[in-house]
């Protein structure tokens, strides 16, 4: 087995709903960490395209629709949830 040093640390913020997807991602492809996760969908993401990110936000490249303002196309402002509760995504890309 080839055995791989990875000598950089990359952090990444995720919202509760995105690491939601992630560890349902892990999960269903039995993946031993989130890292590996991780890993994995860069590489079919790198796989798939490559992009030209034309100076945008990095919030734009969540993995749900925002808004202009930054919320949830289908949430308002005064909507916005604030106890953690996720609840049902139903624009979330389910694997």
Do not use: C, W
Not at 24 to 33: A, E, I
Not at 65 to 80: I, L, Q, V, W
């Amino acid at each position: 087995m080839k055995t791989e040093k990875r000598g950089e640390r990359l952090q990444v913020m995720l919202s509760p709903e995105e690491l939601t997807l992630l560890d349902d991602y892990r999960f269903r492809y039995r993946m031993p960490t989130r890292a590996a996760a991780v890993r994995e969908l860069m590489r079919l993401g790198l796989a798939a395209h490559a992009i030209d990110g034309d100076g945008q936000k990095s919030s734009n490249y969540g993995m749900f629709a925002r808004a202009s303002d930054g919320y949830r196309e289908h949430e308002a402002p005064d909507s916005k949830k604030t106890n953690g509760d996720s609840g049902n995504e139903s624009d979330a890309t389910g694997f």
